[in-house]
């Protein structure tokens, strides 16, 4: 199999530095492969197969694991809105609103000079398709800042050594050099983070904060604020609406505009103690709930008690009444 021959001394100085566990270069990768040479017969090799647990194996594996209620009430609560659980769920950051924002604008913008120019007027299809690529693009480019805005906020994180202050054992910098970030004292993850953000341009800070249907919700001024600004809005587009025949999709859009930031204007005081339905009832308490929870919710209680003419639960009410005052009481 090997045989001596004549080299020259180029060649021999090269094999004198060949390393002897260099398997790269004398054999390829076929020894360093963990895969097994087999011959495929149609069955499974036993060094591939998963190992079969016997039935009383599974039956030990079931006994001894915990008993757990899907859907129990802490999990109902995990699963509501994002406004009861607001440090558990994404929200937009400042740049992403802005972002989006911009996206919608342009979409318009474009879509309506695109219509305008009448460029592809002759056939309507072909201008809803143009319109829809106008929208695909713009919402490409979004999605890019998105990502840009990560990706840089990724990077401050993963080079945190370089960028936090060091120069003594308590500081930032051998604090992250010694401890995983979730070990750290809540004050110290809250310097970091705003060290880093610091760091990073302005345009690139995540921040996140309450969108407005959240603080419509819990603020009654910033909700007149906004319904307010709806209501301008209506009355400065009337008049074009009804020049280009766009009355009703106008009403349309201040009608979503209107549900966006109270969807429960309609449950008031007066239609509460003017009803006369359990289901009505039933119905608008749980949109309270969902919206903010406030003092209607116990006003439906109430009304509900007076129909049924249950004296305990009227009692209860008052009692409820009592308590939110406390809670409420700065």
């Known amino acids: 199999m090997l045989s001596r021959r004549a080299v020259s001394k180029l060649t021999s100085g090269a094999v004198v530095c ?9 054999y390829g990768h076929a020894l360093e492969l ?15 197969k ?4 016997t039935e009383e194996e599974t039956k030990f594996a079931k006994s001894i694991l915990p008993h757990v209620d899907f859907a129990s009430s802490y999990e109902c609560l995990l699963f509501d809105a994002d406004r009861l659980n607001a440090s558990q769920n994404r929200k937009e ?3 992403e609103i802005k972002f989006r924002l911009e996206k919608q604008s342009n979409t318009v913008a474009r879509a309506q000079q695109l219509v305008k120019d009448g460029t592809y007027a002759k056939d309507p299809r072909v201008e809803d398709s143009m319109i829809a690529r106008i929208f695909d693009e713009e919402h490409v480019q979004a999605e890019m800042k998105y ?13 945190r050594l370089d960028i936090l202050p060091g120069g003594s054992a308590n500081s930032l910098r051998e604090k992250t050099r010694w401890n995983v970030n979730t070990e750290l004292h809540p004050s110290d993850r809250s310097e970091i983070a705003a060290r880093l953000t610091a760091w990073l341009p302005e345009k690139y800070h995540i921040v996140y904060f309450d969108d407005f249907q959240t603080v419509a919700a819990n603020d009654a001024k910033a909700r007149e604020e906004m319904t307010a600004i709806v209501a301008n809005v209506e009355k400065e587009y009337t ?7 766009y009355t009703e999709d106008l009403k349309q859009v201040v009608q979503e ?3 966006d930031v109270d969807p429960t204007r309609h449950i008031t005081s007066q239609a509460i103690a003017e009803s006369t339905s359990l289901e009505q009832l039933e119905d608008w308490s749980r949109l309270v709930h969902e ?11 109430a009304r509900a008690a007076t129909i049924t003419k249950n004296a305990e639960h009227a009692k209860l009410v008052e009692q409820m009444r009592a308590w939110r005052k406390l809670s409420t009481k700065i």
């Open 257 to 259: 505009l209107y549900e």
């Open 34 to 48: 963990d895969t097994h040479n087999y011959r495929f017969t149609g069955e499974v090799p036993a060094w591939m």
């Open 50 to 53: 998963t190992r079969q647990r």
């Open 291 to 301: 919206y903010n929870g406030d003092d209607r919710i116990l006003d439906i209680y």
């Open 147 to 159: 990502v840009k805005c990560i990706r840089a906020n990724e990077l401050a994180e993963d080079n």
């Open 18 to 26: 060949q390393r002897r566990y260099d398997h790269d270069r004398w």
């Open 239 to 245: 008049e074009e609406a009804k020049a280009a025949g």
């Open 93 to 95: 950051f400042g740049n």
